[in-house]
């Protein structure tokens, strides 16, 4: 079992930068990729962007891309999500999981969700 905790959240003016941290611990097995979800109220959650296990391949979401980053540290076995030019449509709880199975819907491939880190961005 592998637990997650991420960290990095606040509160930010539009334009700002905040840097997400994903920690893991415990068990690794069937991992594929980590990602960062994010989750408005009253909308679904969305990936907003993933690295392989391996490290050798990122995706970003359309909303992501130009403005934020994710890289991993497997010295410390943690996953951050860099974020610039955050901007007003960016607030949400953003989570880190793991991506254990290949198959099925993007959402239903992920496990072991953390308790999520607030983002806010003021105007």
């Known amino acids: 079992q592998v637990q997650l905790v991420e960290s990095g959240g606040g509160l930010v003016q539009a334009g700002g930068s905040l840097r997400l941290s994903c920690a893991a611990s415990g068990r690794t097995f069937r991992t594929y990729a980590m990602g960062w979800f994010r989750q408005a109220p009253g909308k679904e959650r969305e990936l907003v962007s993933a690295?392989?296990?391996?490290?050798?391949?990122?995706y970003y979401a359309d909303s992501a891309k130009g403005r934020f980053t994710i890289s991993r540290d497997s010295a410390k076995n943690t996953v951050y999500l860099q974020m610039n030019s955050l901007k007003p449509e960016d607030p949400a709880v953003y989570y880190c999981?793991?991506?254990?199975?290949?198959?099925?819907?993007?959402?239903?491939?992920?496990?072991?969700w953390g308790q999520g880190t607030q983002v806010t961005v003021s105007s």
């Open positions: 690295v392989s296990w391996s490290g050798s391949s990122t």
């Open positions: 999981a793991v991506q254990t199975k290949l198959s099925g819907t993007i959402r239903a491939n992920y496990d072991n």
